[in-house]
Every structure is written in structure tokens, then in C-alpha cells.
């Protein structure tokens, strides 16, 4: 028994599906099953399939006569054997550690449900998106209320940016509507909710969620598929907040429930202006020319693979990735700094250093140690013990873990003698100029 299975429908994917596939079987979460459904794929998505099988023993293919999404999700439903289930669609990909991250929220929260932020893709650009704006542990009436504001937003409706219990599911019998075509996965997600009690929301962006020119989605989405739907999940939408509140409750919001027939969907869109916009593949990619036998190239993948890490800390905080760099650093340190020190430790600009050291002393994260006004005006700074260490640790953890994956004890411990002795090696030859 695996910890996660993870769903793909495919329906004519081989132009998209390795990057997909290859993003999950990328995750620095191991523990996993990738169950690949074709639906009646009249390309080659089969064959590409089959042979990822053949590569990796967690994938399980499943080839099958055209029957529809919900039938494709239902059929995998069944043979999932993970304790969660995630939802990925062939024409998008994941971050490489969406599925620990989701698993981690679900494990220390003790949730039934984990909701995230995502990536919106759209001519190579990725803007940030998420309609919960702070993260942490909320009751299921919470959610309820707080999906009233935007309820048409995909953040909501959709499966791929959420992680879900096997044993809800089977239990309360929770499947896809095979009887309908839009908004099938609004709907598993109601009749989901109705079972859980608390939900974490993760402020980490899980999913990269690619808007396809032409596909299936983009051709139906016009004005009367979309009364079609609305009218369709209005139903569903308006049940769940029946059974959940009592009758006082569900009046009070009734006419704003009803609303849902007349909002739109705020987090579809990806405008080139704002500040969460950013070209795709910098939050991603490494290097292009594969060659990182050099040193300095090893170094700089390094990191950048602990950039990435530390990333994740700064996202699920509303902190900027500078700013964690800075708290990892003094927290390792143990001992005070002054903003020129960390400047160069972390290879910080001064001034940036300076905006993120002063930040993160409002927030309480550092305190001014000392301020020696006749040496310069030299101010140090200390790192405050909090919650902060916990992920911090657990930052370093993950790091080390893709470091040293496949590798024995004695190939870290060699590793490490060898790494101490170049290190001498160039530092005797700096002290002896």
C-alpha cells in the first residue's frame, strides 16, 4: 500500500504527457502510485503510457474504451490503493514538491481535506493564484462562508489543487457524476465537504494549471455552456449549505448562495501586469545545457535546489524568499549578525538586506542584539527561537533527503570528508596569497 495515489485522465496527450508524468515521477515525495487512465486515446497516449510502466514500477497503466472523464476518475477511484488521492490532468504539471507539501499540511494538521494555492499558465508566463489569503487550519462552516465570496473560482471547483482521504471517499461513497459534462469535479468537491471537518489551507503553490488554446475545456466554456453548468451545480451548491448550517444560518446567506449563478471566476485569469506574474521556468527550471559535472555549475545547482526548499517556507509564511534565507542563516548561526554579515552570508545586496532584516525584526522573527553608536553605528541582530525552526529544520531535512537519495551511510560520510577537504585545500591556498 502506497501513501498517495495520484489520478491522470488522458485523452489524446502525447504531445503534453511526458512533461506531466515526468513531473510527478520528479516529486521528492517517493511514496506514491501513478495510476495513468486512458480514456480511448486515438494518439499514441497509450503507448507513451505503457512505457513509463515499463521504466517505473509506481505506474499503473489502464487503457480503456472512450466513456468521459468522470467514468476515466471513477474507474481510478476504484483501484486506488494510496491512504490520499491527488488529481493531476494531462495538459498541466506539478511543482517538484507539491505532493509532500500536500501530505505534510493533511499529516500535522490532522485535516480531511488540503486546499493550495497554484500556478495559472498562459503563454509561458505563471501567475501565482489562490483565493484564501492566509494559511492554516479552518473548520469546514469557515471554508463554507469564505467560498461564498468567490465561488466560481477554480480554486474552489477544481480537484488538482486539493488532497483528499481515501476512506471519506469510500465510505460516504463519494464519486464522480458520470450523468454530466461540466463542473463534475464542483460537485465531487461539495458532496466531499459534507464529510469533513476541518480543511488546511496551504499557501504554497502545488499545481501548474496550463490554459491549452483549443482544447476540450476552451471550446465549451461559451456563454451557454456556462448557464448550462451554473444552472446544473446550482443544485449541488445550494444542498451543501443546507446540510451543513442550521436553518437561521442558511437564510441569512440564501441570497448570497444564490449569487453563485452570477459570479466569475477571478482566479482564470492571468494578467501580464502584476507583480505575481513571472516568466515560466524560473521558479522551476535549473539548467539548460545538462552539463553540471564542473564545480561551479554543482555549486549553483545546489543552491538552487535549497532556493526552491526555502521557497516553500516563504510562500506558506507571506514571506519573500530573501527574507528566509536571512532566518535560515541566523538560525543555524545562533549568534548575533549585523546586516553586513548576513549581506554577504546569504549573498544578499545591502539594501536588500537591510529592507528584510528590518521587516522581519517587525514581525519578530530577529531583535536587535546591540547598537554600538561610536563603532560605526554597528547594529547586530539575534534570531528569535519560534515556530520558524520547526520548518526551518525540516527545510534542511528535505534538502539532504534529495542530496543523498540513493546513497548508503558510508557514500554520505566519504561525501563529507571529501567536501571538508577540498574546502581545506582552498582556503589554505587563500591564506597563503
Known amino acids: ?138 473548520t469546514r462552516n469557515e471554508y463554507a462562508d469564505k467560498m461564498l465570496l468567490t465561488p466560481a473560482d477554480f480554486y474552489y471547483g477544481v480537484l488538482w489543487n486539493k488532497l483528499y482521504k481515501k476512506e471519506i471517499i469510500d465510505t460516504y461513497h463519494v464519486q464522480m457524476d458520470e450523468n454530466i459534462s461540466f463542473s463534475e469535479d464542483a460537485i465531487f468537491n461539495l458532496q466531499y465537504l459534507v464529510h469533513v471537518n476541518t480543511i488546511s489551507v496551504l499557501k504554497n503553490p502545488v499545481y501548474y494549471y496550463v490554459k491549452t488554446e483549443g482544447s476540450l475545456v476552451a471550446q465549451n466554456l461559451n456563454i451557454e455552456n456556462a448557464v448550462k453548468m451554473k444552472t446544473t451545480v446550482i443544485k449541488y451548491y445550494n444542498d451543501f449549505y443546507k446540510q451543513i448550517m442550521d436553518e437561521e444560518e442558511y437564510e441569512a446567506r440564501k441570497p448570497i448562495i444564490y449569487g453563485f449563478l452570477v459570479s466569475v471566476s477571478t482566479d482564470a485569469m492571468s494578467l501580464p501586469f502584476v507583480d505575481d506574474v513571472k516568466k515560466l521556468g524560473t521558479e522551476e527550471k535549473l539548467y539548460e545545457n545538462g552539463n553540471i559535472a564542473h564545480e561551479l555549475q554543482f555549486d ?105 537519495d540513493g546513497l548508503s551511510i558510508e557514500d554520505v560520510a566519504a561525501y563529507a570528508r571529501i567536501r571538508k577537504q577540498i574546502f581545506a585545500n582552498m582556503k589554505k591556498t587563500i591564506l597563503s596569497k
Open 1 to 138: 500500500m502506497c501513501k498517495v495515489s495520484i489520478i491522470v485522465p488522458v485523452y489524446n496527450g502525447e504531445k503534453v504527457l511526458n512533461r506531466c508524468v515526468d513531473s510527478i515521477l520528479a516529486q521528492d515525495y517517493k511514496d506514491i502510485e501513478i495510476i495513468l487512465v486512458d480514456d480511448g486515446s486515438k494518439d499514441n497516449s497509450f503507448q507513451i503510457i505503457s512505457e513509463y510502466a515499463k521504466n517505473d514500477s509506481r505506474v499503473v497503466p489502464i487503457h480503456k474504451k472512450n466513456s468521459g472523464v468522470s467514468s476515466t476518475r471513477n474507474i481510478a477511484l476504484s483501484l486506488a490503493k494510496g491512504k490520499y488521492i491527488q488529481f493531476v490532468d494531462a495538459d498541466d504539471f506539478l511543482p517538484f514538491d507539491s505532493t509532500k507539501l500536500l501530505v505534510r499540511a493533511m499529516e500535522e494538521d490532522d485535516s480531511d481535506m488540503v486546499i493550495a494555492d497554484f500556478y495559472r499558465v498562459v503563454n509561458e508566463k505563471a501567475s501565482k493564484k489562490g483565493s484564501i489569503k492566509k494559511g492554516g487550519v479552518i
Open 300 to 404: 549553483r545547482l545546489s543552491d538552487i535546489v535549497f532556493d526552491r526548499i526555502l521557497d516553500a517556507v516563504a510562500q506558506a509564511n507571506s514571506l519573500e524568499l530573501n527574507d528566509v534565507r536571512i532566518l535560515y542563516y541566523m538560525y543555524k548561526k545562533k549568534d548575533k549578525c549585523t546586516m553586513e554579515e548576513v549581506s554577504d552570508a546569504c549573498g544578499i545586496n545591502g539594501a536588500s538586506a537591510a529592507l528584510s532584516m528590518a521587516k522581519l525584526t517587525a514581525m519578530s522573527y530577529l531583535k536587535i542584539a546591540d547598537f554600538r553608536i561610536f563603532e560605526g553605528d554597528k547594529v547586530s541582530y539575534q534570531y528569535i527561537p519560534s515556530a520558524m525552526d520547526e520548518q526551518l529544520d525540516k527545510a534542511e531535512e528535505d534538502y539532504r533527503s534529495i542530496c543523498y
